[in-house]
């Protein structure tokens, strides 16, 4: 079986796969001060809602934004699973051309949604994904990764409104009934909610427009659904699009890995 961890900035989805098929999955908080054992024993818990075992482990794949986090993490595969990790970056084969000006620079999670999309739609795609950041990145028609935009999240506007606006409260995102909010939550949430459909709309319909094709466009991440659900632009929610750019990722590296568990 296959265990990946695709690491953001806020929220953490671990994912075990069998045969190409996800056994289970979960979305954890990012905890960007924790070590080697405690991920190992965090793990071991969420294992023991299920029939796994980490016996049941022969290989890991991990995405991660959060330098500090990648040393923990290989060394909790190594010390808990037996497993050295394939960790997506640069030198790491995925069969895709990035056409950046610096490949180096696309985060290992924009690249594992580009090479979920193409593993699972037809190109050329458009993939939003609703993290720390809201990311847009484009696919051609040939299967390259193009770049996109990187837009400030739905979380850290909300967060910023809290704390830089004094008599502005916390808001929890809902969509509200009306656009003309009638009280100050509400009016807030409207801004929110509807200002970040604005966003995603013009974003992707001026990245179409650069494509110069009809693109499918797949929204990812957890506030997706409920910013898909009001736009105009958003033709599928996929909540597990990273972990399967993953899991191919993995397959396309499996050959020229080491066989067995790490010394």
């Not at 009306?178 to 992707?204: F, W």
Request: glycine fraction near 10%.
């Amino acid at each position: 079986m296959l265990l990946v961890l695709d690491v953001g900035n806020s929220n953490t989805v671990i994912g075990v796969c069998d045969e190409g098929a996800w056994v289970v999955d979960w979305r954890i908080e990012t905890r960007k001060h924790i070590t080697e054992d405690e991920y190992g024993v965090l793990i071991r818990n969420l294992f023991r809602l299920t029939p796994l075992t980490f016996e049941l482990v022969t290989g890991i794949c991990i995405s991660c934004v959060v330098p500090p986090l990648l040393f923990v993490l290989e060394a909790m595969s190594k010390k808990y699973f037996g497993v050295q990790p394939l960790i997506v970056g640069p030198g790491v084969k995925t069969g895709m051309p990035i056409l950046y000006d610096n490949p180096r620079e696309v985060g290992a999670d924009r690249i594992a949604n580009a090479i979920g999309a193409l593993g699972k739609y037809e190109p050329p795609c458009i993939v939003v994904d609703f993290g720390t950041a809201t990311t847009f990145d484009a696919i051609s028609a040939r299967g390259e990764y193009l770049g996109g935009a990187i837009a400030p999240g739905i979380m850290i506007s909300t967060e910023a409104l809290f704390e830089h606006a004094s008599k502005l409260p916390r808001v929890e995102l809902l969509r509200p009934r009306s656009v003309i909010g009638k009280n100050t939550v509400h009016s807030m949430q409207a801004g929110l909610i509807y200002g970040y459909v604005g966003l995603v709309n013009e974003l992707v319909r001026r990245m179409q427009k650069e494509l110069r094709a009809d693109t499918t466009v797949i929204a990812t991440g957890g506030l997706a659904r409920i910013i898909a659900e009001e736009s105009e632009v958003i033709q599928i929610v996929d909540p597990n699009l990273t972990i399967d750019g993953l899991r191919l990722i993995y397959e396309r590296n499996r050959s020229a890995e080491p066989a067995g568990r790490a010394e």
